[in-house]
């Protein structure tokens, strides 16, 4: 474990009323960087700790090195207690549902009365506008802004396969944050801050909007665009493996060719350059296709690799657990978890003056820090 004393938010407190991805993203975030984040759980504990399927990562994924209060913020006391916490933070996150934090008496408008400094985080569907009382899920915003219609074949339109609004959404809050505190050592003031996974959704899908007022045409989607590339492309090898690979320039495919032991290709003049390739595509990709069917990627990727092709294999989220590169880089590490045991964590992508913001404390058992934050409410000054 690591003490957060030399971190950049080290001294910053915060309250954290969330649950699922979005916010408990961004008090994560905070709370890698330093931040002190108390997490305020129901009753029985936050449900996302108990979701099946592809929601039983989530708990463990999104609040590490938070402290865990149990409090009723349904009852008065509860809510007169979130009150006197509130007075001790810098920071408030929610990402409850329209309304609630303000039936609860626990929004912005009324805290912000008694602090004045505080900074509010809220994560919504919908910034303020027509659809800002809407419910939202990352499924939602991913069919309504363009994510969903750009991933999918014609007519299929595709979630992306994990739950980048929620993520995305986050990071945008704790950036919020960290603007909202730069602000408040100028002024003296916080400030609401509000994140929106439909407005996060058009953000992904801003460079599609911006071919379409360029050129007037509307933009296919991403399995029917027209490649700028001639050889950019997955392809299925030896044994059914399946390697993604890039020549991006005249020089990156005359190398590729070299590397395939090719030189052949070369000497055609429907592929002497990107692109005559590019409108012969179909044809060249098929001819590739029949030269890496007998090649194996064990053997083919350091070849790849030493040439200075762009190439991939095609990696399932279980084989991440044991790449090479994020284990001895230190992208992922072990955390001790609310049962006793331990599991491996992928840690923020940043690296900050050679450090890694990693793990500093075990995941939190319920209510596991109920005692000693309420304790300092009360004790003497």
């Not at 027509?130 to 939602?140: F, G, I, Q, S, T």
């Not at 460079?207 to 001639?230: I, K």
Request: hydrophobic share 40%; proline share 8%.
């Amino acid at each position: 474990m690591k003490t957060d004393n030399n971190l950049p938010l080290a001294g910053i407190r915060v309250l954290e009323f969330t649950h699922m991805v979005m916010g408990p993203t961004c008090g994560m975030i905070l709370a890698d960087l330093g931040a002190e984040v108390i997490k305020v759980e129901p009753p029985g504990g936050d449900k996302t700790r108990q979701l099946p399927g592809l929601g039983i990562g989530f708990f463990r994924s999104f609040n590490r090195n938070k402290k865990s209060v149990v409090l009723d913020i349904t009852t008065d006391a509860g809510k007169q207690t979130a009150a006197e916490l509130v007075g001790t933070c810098d920071v408030v996150l929610e990402n409850f549902r329209p309304g609630l934090m303000k039936q609860l008496g626990l929004d912005y408008e009324a805290l912000s009365k008694r602090f004045p400094q505080l900074i509010y985080v809220s994560h919504k569907g919908f910034l303020p506008g027509p659809y800002e009382k809407r419910l939202a899920l990352d499924e939602v915003v991913q069919m309504m802004g363009g994510l969903s219609y750009m991933t999918g074949p014609v007519g299929r339109p595709l979630r992306a396969g994990t739950s980048v609004n929620d993520i995305m959404g986050g990071m945008f809050g704790a950036i919020g944050v960290l603007a909202a505190l730069r602000e408040r050592e100028r002024t003296g003031h916080g400030q609401e801050v509000q994140s929106a996974l439909f407005e996060n959704c058009v953000f992904l899908s801003a460079q599609h909007m911006q071919q379409y007022l360029m050129t007037g045409e509307a933009p296919p989607p991403m399995p029917s665009r027209v490649s700028a590339w001639s050889v950019y492309d997955v392809f299925t090898l030896a044994d059914g493996e399946q390697l993604f690979i890039g020549a991006v320039s005249d020089k990156q495919f005359a190398t590729l060719c070299k590397v395939l032991e090719r030189p052949d290709l070369l000497q055609r003049p429907e592929y002497a350059d990107n692109a005559a390739r590019v409108a012969l595509r179909p044809q060249l990709l098929a001819e590739l296709g029949a030269i890496l069917v007998d090649h194996r990627i064990g053997e083919l990727a350091p070849k790849l690799e030493a040439a200075g092709i762009p190439y991939a294999p095609i990696s399932r989220p279980e084989q991440l657990v044991n790449d090479p590169h994020l284990q001895q880089s230190g992208g992922i590490v072990p955390m001790p978890t609310d049962d006793g045991g331990s599991t491996d964590v992928v840690l923020l992508p940043l690296l900050m003056g050679g450090r890694r913001p990693g793990v500093r404390m075990p995941l939190p058992k319920i209510g596991e820090h109920t005692e000693e934050v309420l304790a300092a409410l009360h004790a003497p000054a």
